[in-house]
């Protein structure tokens, strides 16, 4: 299984990303897949969820408005579109599935928003 990551990178507040995971390994479009991210010191925290039919959720209220997960299931990839970046947005993204995530994670696309 492989997660690759990309997107990233130092944006402004007010800012917009689209980050990238392709995978391969598994039938993905079979699997209900996330984009989780980590801050620096904090704790890896889930932020969305489309399902394999594109049913999507969001989970952290700070960035609701803000985002829209969507997937390619021809390309194997999963995307988040991020807009009105924010400060407390800096993280490392990744993606992996939503229920019995695989152990081995990629490793992430930085975001960094700063002034």
């Known amino acids: 299984v492989q997660f690759v990551e990309s997107g990233g990178g130092l944006v402004q507040p007010g800012g917009s990303l689209r980050l990238s995971c392709t995978v391969s390994?598994?039938?993905?479009?079979?699997?209900?897949m996330s984009w989780y991210r980590q801050a620096p010191e904090k704790e890896r925290e889930l932020v969305a969820t489309?399902?394999?039919?594109?049913?999507?959720?969001i989970y952290l209220d700070s960035m609701k408005g803000r985002l829209t997960i969507s997937r390619d299931n021809a390309k194997n990839t999963v995307y988040l579109q991020l807009n009105s970046l924010k400060p407390e947005d800096t993280a490392v993204y990744y993606c992996?599935?939503?229920?019995?995530?695989?152990?081995?994670w990629g490793q992430g696309t930085q975001v960094t928003v700063t002034s």
């Open positions: 489309i399902t394999s039919v594109g049913g999507s959720t």
């Open positions: 390994g598994f039938t993905f479009s079979s699997y209900s």
């Open positions: 992996n599935r939503r229920y019995d995530p695989f152990r081995n």
